[in-house]
Each structure stands twice: as structure tokens, then as C-alpha cells.
């Protein structure tokens, strides 16, 4: 535990899939409500465009492995969370019509989390049950606070626009904010990853 402490590695580890798990459960509690507040969507057509995500999602999952072992673990995390970022906040940016870049943001985060996994189990193989308890254990309380700023970035760019734009407005500019947090998230997990790129490169220790 003292060597993992001690380990840059292991905290840019802690901070990639922080902010991957984030950007990737985040969606299940929020793009619904996101959909029917902000476009009055009925319930049945916001929970298909989550259904959407869970489908690319999966088939990123099943489909996507063998790429991300020929290009790389590192590398891979790079691109997939950038795709995902990207994709939020062109949906946002977008707006309605652009919602379904909401569900194909999937197709980048799925293969963050089992990424991760393979890239500890490597790297750390005499030692992988301590390194995955460590790192998993800090997300969680990465997971938790993530969620609780998505609520509080939306309820607080809703009070500030709201005095000035009107309930509705402001509304709509609290649930982009929230939604674009998420979007953040994901570059956040892209840039570190970028980050453990070049470290590991430099030591000539790249998965």
C-alpha cells in the first residue's frame, strides 16, 4: 500500500476511472430527465434514447476489445474518452436534433472501465487484488462526488439564469451545465489518460 501510495501510476490511475465511471453512470440517472425537461420529451421516448446508450454501450463492449488490444491500453483510453466528450457536448451544442450523439457517446465509454481492469492486471500482475481494491475504492468516492456536482452545477446554473431569463430558460441552461459536467468528465478522463501516456512512454513501460 506504502509503494502504491508512493506511485504516480496508481493515482492517475484513481483519476481516469474517477472520472470514466462518472461519465459513464452519470447517464443513467440524468439523460432522461435531461431529455424530458429540457426537450419535453414523454417518458417512453426519453428511456428509448437511454436504451439507445445501453445498446451502443454493449455492443462498444463486445466489439471494440480486440481494437483496444491492437492499438494499445493506454492509447485506446485517449481516443474512446475524447469520442465520448466530444459527442456530449455536440449533442448539447447541438441541441435537439443532435440528441442521439446522447446514446452514441456509448460507443467511447464502455470500454474505459474493462480497459483499466486489463491495464492493472498487467501492470501490477504479483500484486493485482491490492492494486484493483485501492483504486476501485477511491472511485467510489470519486463516483459519489461527481454525482452530487452534476446536481449541484444544475440547480445552481438554474437559480443564476433564472432571475434573468425566466424559469424556463434558466431550466434549460441548469441541465446543459449538469449534462456538459458530464461531458467533462469524460475529457478529464481523456486528458489523463494523455497524461499516463506520456509517462509510461517516457519510462518505456507503455501498455
Known amino acids: 500500500m506504502k509503494a502504491f501510495l508512493r506511485d504516480p501510476v496508481m493515482w492517475l490511475l484513481v483519476t481516469i476511472l474517477s472520472f470514466g465511471v462518472v461519465s459513464e453512470l452519470a447517464v443513467g440517472g440524468w439523460l432522461v430527465n435531461f431529455l424530458e425537461k429540457a426537450y419535453h420529451w414523454d417518458t417512453t421516448a426519453a428511456a428509448g434514447m437511454l436504451s439507445g446508450f445501453f445498446l451502443c454501450f454493449t455492443l462498444a463492449r463486445l466489439v471494440i476489445g480486440p481494437i483496444v488490444d491492437r492499438i494499445g491500453f493506454t492509447l485506446s483510453l485517449i481516443i474512446l474518452a475524447a469520442f465520448t466528450g466530444v459527442c456530449t ?3 448539447i451544442l447541438i441541441g435537439e436534433p443532435g440528441a442521439v450523439l446522447f446514446a452514441i457517446a456509448g460507443i467511447g465509454i464502455a ?3 474493462p480497459t ?10 504479483s ?3 491490492t492494486a484493483i481494491t485501492f483504486i476501485v475504492t477511491l472511485m467510489g ?3 459519489v462526488i461527481g ?3 452534476i446536481g449541484a452545477i444544475t440547480d445552481g446554473i438554474k437559480r443564476l439564469f433564472m432571475s434573468s431569463q425566466g424559469p ?3 431550466l434549460l441552461r441548469g441541465l446543459q451545465a449538469g449534462y456538459g459536467f458530464i461531458g467533462l468528465c469524460a475529457i478529464i478522463c481523456s486528458l489523463a489518460s494523455l497524461v499516463l ?3 509510461l512512454k517516457r519510462r518505456q513501460e507503455l501498455l
Open 111 to 113: 470500454p474505459v472501465y
Open 116 to 125: 483499466i481492469m486489463a491495464l492493472i492486471a498487467k501492470r501490477y500482475r
Open 127 to 129: 500484486n493485482s487484488d
Open 89 to 91: 457536448f455536440a449533442a
Open 147 to 149: 454525482n452530487y456536482l
Open 168 to 170: 424556463e430558460l434558466g
Open 197 to 199: 501516456y506520456r509517462h
Open 141 to 143: 468516492v470519486g463516483s
